[in-house]
T-cell receptor, first 113, second 115 residues
Framework: AQSVTQLDSHVSVSEGTPVLLRCNYSSSYSPSLFWYVQHPNKGLQLLLKYTSAATLVKGINGFEAEFKKSETSFHLTKPSAHMSDAAEYFCVVSLSGYSTLTFGKGTMLLVSP | ETGVTQSPTHLIKTRGQQVTLRCSSQSGHNTVSWYQQALGQGPQFIFQYYREEENGRGNFPPRFSGLQFPNYSSELNVNALELDDSALYLC??????????????FGPGTRLTVL
């Protein structure tokens, strides 16, 4: 079985400051890990994915995440927040080779001017 | 390339009624998954269809059922609606089951309200 824990339900940052959204995972086998973003009234959009290649994964819109097996973490970062980054972010785990996704409860990112 | 589309966008039903939600998968995709997203929660996996056969199911009762058609579009049916079924229902398509298949492309969802 696999699961993800998003450590913060809400994160508030000022525009131009760094973003850190934390995620820990649990998986019996080699996992695939994803971050999805959900803007209000829009579908989920894939930001980035880790599938056992490079541990530092670069995604769209300047986001990146680092897979740390020893810490079972997959935190999402961005050096400088934009107002348009305000949305809900989901950390997701899947067993490699299977297509069922297990979502965390989400972290709402709030960006103030 | 056409993305994943869902219909209707919003729906209001009363307890005990039945509902059908529809999803058209992205062009070239043969696998469709359905998720339920309750308010303030992450999406939860309902079931998946691959080439018209159910290919996995989450922890949902049998009154949640589905179909996939030869063109890979899909329906989610819910019978005997309960208040707790109120949620955003998301459809996602992917290229195939198995390795590399877990990148899923999501539709905008159908917001179901049960009164």
């Amino acid at each position: 079985a696999q699961s993800v824990t998003q450590l913060d339900s809400h994160v508030s940052v000022s525009e131009g400051t760094p973003v850190l959204l934390r995620c820990n995972y649990s998986s019996s086998y080699s996992p695939s890990l994803f971050w999805y973003v959900q803007h209000p009234n829009k579908g989920l959009q894939l930001l980035l994915k880790y599938t056992s290649a490079a541990t530092l994964v670069k995604g769209i819109n300047g986001f990146e995440a680092e897979f740390k097996k020893s810490e079972t973490s997959f935190h999402l970062t961005k050096p400088s927040a934009h107002m348009s980054d305000a949305a809900e972010y989901f950390c997701v785990v899947s067993l490699s080779g299977y297509s069922t996704l297990t979502f965390g409860k989400g972290t709402m990112l709030l960006v103030s001017p | 390339e056409t993305g994943v589309t869902q219909s209707p966008t919003h729906l209001i039903k009363t307890r005990g009624q039945q509902v059908t939600l529809r999803c058209s998968s992205q062009s070239g995709h043969n696998t469709v998954s359905w998720y339920q997203q309750a308010l303030g929660q992450g999406p939860q996996f309902i079931f998946q269809y691959y080439r018209e056969e159910e290919n996995g199911r989450g922890n949902f009762p049998p009154r949640f059922s589905g179909l996939q058609f030869p063109n890979y579009s899909s329906e989610l049916n819910v019978n005997a609606l309960e208040l707790d079924d109120s949620a955003l229902y998301l459809c996602a398509s992917s290229l195939a089951a198995g390795w590399g298949a877990n990148e899923q492309f999501f539709g905008p969802g159908t917001r179901l309200t049960v009164l």
